[in-house]
Structure formats: structure tokens, C-alpha cells
């Protein structure tokens, strides 16, 4: 049960970096064609701008549990390499569950903005001016996945923990 678990939040962690890359890819070509557009033919650029801005954006909230999967984030690991493995495991647990109560506060702040913007019917102040929550619908989403994505991580390092004790040591074994 708890591999299934840790098996489906990595799979929907890898779509969603996928869907990361892809709105990436969109906005640079987005903001080729605004540059061509203004620059070749004089031409105005209305909604490019947003485009980009809330493409680059949601790449980076929905991509969030992906590269947490794959370990790609900027550490500082000098305490990890000085210390035994047992309180490299600890630190482990005690900065992924402190990421998981961020990323819960987020994730329960990021619906209720949401919502608000739902209900208020709020659009971005440009002249393109689409209804704000499309843009906003990627902080919970993300965060969402973030949080289950650290709750995958975390029975991971459980389960290390329970295979590196369950594995029987012997004396004088790899000399």
C-alpha cells in the first residue's frame, strides 16, 4: 500500500514536470513570436506578456514536486558530510517534515486565495485581462502536489531506515 502510494505520487511528480517543461517551451516560443511581432511588423503584443509571466510561473509551482523527487534542488550539505549516516537520515526526516508543514500553510493559504479570486470574479489588470483564478488555479495544484510529494519522501527515508535495520550484519563480511 505504501509503495503504491510513494509508486503514484512519483508518476503524477514526473507528468507534472513534464507539464512544467511543455509551459516553459511555451513561453519561450511565445516571447519569439512577441519580439518578431514587435520588432518586424510594428505590430502591438497584448496578451504575450501575461502569457509568459503566468507560463514561467506555473512551471515553476507545478514542476516544484518533480524536482523535489529527483533531489535537483540547491542544498548546503557541509553539517550532512560531517556527520554519521543515522543523523543524516534524522536531518532528513526533521527538513522534510518542516517542507511538508510550509508546503501544508501554502497549500491551505493558496486555496483560499484561490477561492477568493473565484468568487470575487478578480481579472489581471491588463488589457487582456483574464479572470485571475486561471493563473492562481497552479499555486494549490502545485502545492497540493508538493505536499503529497514530501509525504512520499518521507516514507521513503522510513523506509531506507526499515530496510538498512532489517539487512543482517556480519563479522569480518566484505574484507
Known sequence: ???????????????????????????????????????????????????????????????????????????????????????????????????LAFCVAMFVASVIYFHEAWEGGWTTPTVWAPPLWIPLLALPVGFGLLTLQYVSEILKLFMAAETAQSVPHTAGAGA
Not at 509571466?53 to 507545478?62: D, G, M
Not at 557541509?78 to 534524522?90: G, K, L, Y
Open 1 to 99: 500500500m505504501v509503495r503504491a502510494f510513494v509508486a503514484g505520487v512519483d508518476s503524477v511528480s514526473r507528468l507534472f514536470g513534464i507539464i512544467a517543461g511543455i509551459l516553459i517551451a511555451a513561453a519561450m516560443v511565445v516571447v519569439c513570436q512577441m519580439i518578431f511581432m514587435r520588432y518586424v511588423f510594428r505590430a502591438p503584443t497584448i496578451w504575450q506578456s501575461d502569457f509568459v509571466v503566468f507560463s514561467a510561473t506555473a512551471a515553476v509551482f507545478l514542476g516544484a514536486p518533480y524536482v523535489l523527487m529527483r533531489k535537483g534542488h540547491v542544498g548546503v550539505d557541509v553539517i550532512e558530510t560531517m556527520v554519521s549516516a543515522p543523523v543524516r537520515r534524522r536531518l532528513a526526516i526533521i527538513g522534510a517534515f518542516l517542507g
